[in-house]
């Protein structure tokens, strides 16, 4: 799922499962705690798609659908501007899930 302007903005005011990932060092694509520093102070995100992570946007929806239907669930929400959302008791966490099942 590609994410929106509007959404790529009040991500930066926060603290997003990506963005621990970095800070952990955990971070496949080689983005530093400074990148991160860099993205939400300065908004300049070096951030460069790569084949294997286009082919992931692309195919997301179908796993999405296929995970749904292997676990018996449904799909109930996957409208993106919508997923974006801060946690309800720690502010400064914010998430984007790829969709809500039920």
Same mark, same amino acid.
Request: charged share 25%; no cysteine; proline share 5%.
């Given at each position: 799922?590609?994410? %929106?302007?509007?959404?790529?903005?009040? +991500? +930066? #005011?926060? *603290? #997003?499962a990506t963005d621990i990932r970095v800070l952990a060092g955990l971070?496949?694509?080689g983005r530093t705690p400074h990148d991160v520093w860099?993205?939400? $102070?300065?908004? $300049?995100?070096?951030? #460069?798609?790569?084949e294997a %992570?286009?082919?992931?946007e692309l195919l997301e929806p179908?796993? *999405?659908q296929r995970l749904a239907k292997k676990v018996g669930l449904h799909v109930l929400d996957w409208t993106p501007d919508r997923l974006t959302s801060r946690h309800a +008791?720690?502010?400064?966490? *914010?998430? #984007?899930?790829?969709?809500?099942?039920a």
């Amino acid at each position: 799922m590609s994410l %929106t302007e509007q959404q790529i903005a009040f +991500r +930066r #005011t926060g *603290i #997003t499962a990506t963005d621990i990932r970095v800070l952990a060092g955990l971070d496949p694509y080689g983005r530093t705690p400074h990148d991160v520093w860099a993205d939400k $102070v300065l908004h $300049v995100d070096n951030y #460069t798609s790569s084949e294997a %992570t286009e082919l992931g946007e692309l195919l997301e929806p179908i796993i *999405i659908q296929r995970l749904a239907k292997k676990v018996g669930l449904h799909v109930l929400d996957w409208t993106p501007d919508r997923l974006t959302s801060r946690h309800a +008791r720690i502010a400064h966490h *914010i998430a #984007t899930p790829d969709a809500i099942l039920a």
